[in-house]
């Protein structure tokens, strides 16, 4: 899941610039990770209303949303579980604004087991429930927002950010054929099964950043895609760990008593370096890049910066999600 792995020093205090009058959508920002970037940040995507409302009522109590230049949070339904409800909320945020400046695809699963499918949108198509949310969702909301990304980096002066968060754990993925849905679910189930389904949707993670900013290359559009790894932090997700089996409780103990976990805050900063820096402005450096703590560039596996699996990838969810 990733450690501590750099020195450099970033404060989302005193780092983070003016961010007035643009728009950020978060995804699964009603908790951990996701809920302490929003606290710098402004769109909330996440399923549950009660959760998100409450979530909101926290940053108010908690002053992020005080001062002349703090931005309004706006709850956002999203369920990336299946494509149709994914574009269901691309469509409710294209009727709300005419700009995106920074999508962080933060929302995700785990602690689900490898054997677990789902047919979703009353296709005959099964994919993996980890696969499907965390991979396959992101996929659809990003193409879906992709007109107006565009449209918002064509703006003179516009900082355009896509950020995707992947996991420390993602060289766990096992051999995998990106060509085919089928190729997706994992066929090992039981102990390592279950990490390596978890993996597989993390490596699908930076393919996609990865491809996307060939994308965005390709089509010299002004933006940067970026994936990364927050560390191993103290989540509601990690603290499933121990019930999945007994990989999950080997990560969980080891993390404890080692000392390396990491606060949700703390698990927020290279999210927010990545979609906030001025340093991560630079495509030539930045584009298509892994992350790691605190916003240091990584390498990651060697199957995660291939090429083209990454088309392989990209193809194949078009395919799955257009037949969803």
Request: hydrophobic share 40%; proline share 6%; glycine share 10%.
């Amino acid at each position: 899941m990733g450690i501590l792995a750099s020195t450099q020093k970033y404060n989302p205090s005193t780092d983070i610039p003016n961010l007035k009058g643009k728009v950020i959508l978060v995804t699964g920002a009603n908790a951990g990770i996701g809920y302490e970037a929003l606290a710098e940040l402004v769109y909330m995507g996440a399923r549950n209303e009660g959760r998100a409302v409450g979530a909101i009522s926290r940053l108010k109590a908690n002053g992020y949303l005080d001062g002349p230049d703090a931005g309004e949070v706006v709850w956002l339904e999203l369920d990336l579980s299946t494509p149709g409800r994914t574009r269901r909320a691309a469509e409710e945020f294209l009727k709300r604004e005419t700009r995106l400046d920074i999508l962080i695809n933060n929302a995700g699963i785990g602690g689900v087991p490898a054997e677990a499918f789902t047919t979703v949108d009353d296709s005959k198509i099964p994919i993996g429930i980890l696969m499907s949310t965390n991979h396959l969702g992101p996929f659809v909301l990003t193409n879906a927002l992709l007109p107006l990304l565009k449209k918002t980096a064509a703006e003179s002066g516009s900082d355009i950010r896509v950020v995707t968060v992947s996991s420390g754990i993602h060289p766990q993925c096992p051999k995998m054929d990106w060509k085919s849905a089928d190729g997706w679910n994992p066929k090992q189930t039981g102990l390592f099964g279950d990490l390596g389904a978890y993996a597989t949707t993390k490596t699908a993670n930076i393919l996609f950043a990865k491809e996307l900013q060939r994308v965005f290359d390709q089509e010299n559009v002004n933006a940067v895609s970026m994936s990364l790894s927050p560390g191993t932090v103290d989540t509601e997700s990690f603290h499933s760990l121990p019930s999945v089996n007994w990989n999950g409780f080997i990560i969980y103990y080891l993390s404890k008593v080692t000392g390396l976990l990491m606060t949700p805050a703390q698990g927020s900063y290279t999210t927010l370096f990545a979609a906030t820096s001025p340093k991560a402005r630079d495509r030539r450096t930045y584009g298509g890049a892994y992350l790691v703590p605190y916003g240091k560039i990584a390498e990651p596996s060697k199957v995660a910066k291939d090429p083209v699996a990454a088309r392989d990838l990209w193809e194949t969810s078009k395919r799955v999600a257009a037949a969803m």
